[in-house]
């Protein structure tokens, strides 16, 4: 879980300039852990948090290469797959949808959850349709 909140940092070194305090983690040994890391490697831990997601964002590009659809078999089969995920997110979104109380059916949620399933089952009917 990440908490934002405003906070005036006053060290000399900066200023007194206003920054975003993350709250890494509720486990206070984890949070304690990761500060005292960050104190012995003599860094910050706003620059260790970006480096890990630099180093996360580029693993997760170059990890997985675009399949080869090269073929109509190759291609029918992404689609299948791509209708599959589309199925399942569409049930999760109308598990979401009919969990909302019934005194919120009427509300802005309940109606872009509506919204969401019905066009992820046109989705859903436009790519079953070439099979």
């Known amino acids: 879980m990440i908490e934002e909140s405003a906070a005036t940092q006053t060290s000399s070194q ?12 509720v486990d206070p ?14 860094t910050s831990m706003a620059a260790e ?6 180093n996360f ?4 590009v170059t990890r997985k290469p675009l ?3 090269s073929t109509r078999r190759k291609r029918g089969v992404a689609i299948q797959a791509a209708a599959r995920n589309l199925r399942q997110i569409r049930d999760f ?7 909302i109380p019934e005194n919120l059916q009427g509300s802005s ?3 872009r959850a509506d919204e969401r399933v019905s066009k992820l089952d046109d989705a859903i009917d436009i790519l079953d349709s070439d099979e």
């Open 29 to 42: 040994a984890i949070a304690s852990a990761f500060k005292e890391a960050c104190a012995a490697s003599n």
């Open 109 to 111: 949620f309940y109606e």
């Open 93 to 99: 979104e109308e598990q979401y949808r009919d969990r």
């Open 49 to 54: 948090l970006t480096q890990y997601m630099a």
């Open 57 to 60: 964002s580029n693993s997760e």
């Open 67 to 69: 399949p080869d659809l």
């Open 14 to 25: 900066t200023g007194n300039r206003r920054y975003k305090q993350l709250k890494i983690s």
